[in-house]
C-alpha cells in the first residue's frame, strides 16, 4: 500500500547541488511515529544512510554529510527532499528514500523503500 519513489536529475556537475524528491503514497509522511530517511549505496560500496525526516519535521544526520546535507519536506504534496551540496565524483550513488516506524540508522529498521535512482556526478 505505501510506496515511495525518488525522482530529480541523474546528473550533476560537480560543486553543484544534488537535489532530490521522495513523493509518497499510500499514507502521510507527517503520520504519527513515522520517520522518512534517504539512503544511497555508491557503486561497489554497501548502502550508506544519509538522514532522516520526522513525521513533525524533525531532522537528522550522518556526521560525515550533515555539514553538507538538509532534508525537507512539503506536506501539502505528501513529498520530501534530499540536498547534498558541493558534490564531488565520490557523492555519484543509487539514492533511496525509505520509511521507518523509529529515528534510526539501521537499514533494518526501513520498512518501506523507493526503488533508488541512479545519481552520476561529472562535467
Known amino acids: 500500500q505505501v510506496q515511495l519513489q525518488e525522482s530529480g536529475p541523474g546528473l550533476v556537475k560537480p560543486s553543484q547541488t544534488l537535489s532530490l524528491t521522495c513523493t509518497v503514497s499510500g499514507d502521510s509522511i507527517t503520520t504519527n511515529n513515522y520517520y522518512w530517511s534517504w539512503i544511497r549505496q555508491p557503486p561497489g560500496k554497501g548502502l550508506e544512510w544519509i538522514g532522516y525526516i520526522g513525521y513533525a519535521g524533525s531532522t537528522g544526520y550522518t556526521p560525515s554529510l550533515k555539514n553538507r546535507t538538509s532534508i525537507s519536506r512539503d506536506t501539502s504534496k505528501n513529498q520530501f527532499t534530499l540536498q547534498l551540496s558541493s558534490v564531488t565524483p565520490e557523492d555519484s550513488a543509487v539514492y533511496y528514500c525509505?520509511?521507518?516506524?523509529?529515528?534510526?540508522?539501521?537499514?533494518?529498521?526501513?520498512?518501506?523503500w523507493g526503488r533508488g535512482t541512479l545519481v552520476t556526478v561529472s562535467s
Open positions: 525509505a520509511r521507518s516506524v523509529y529515528i534510526s540508522n539501521d537499514l533494518s529498521d526501513m520498512e518501506y
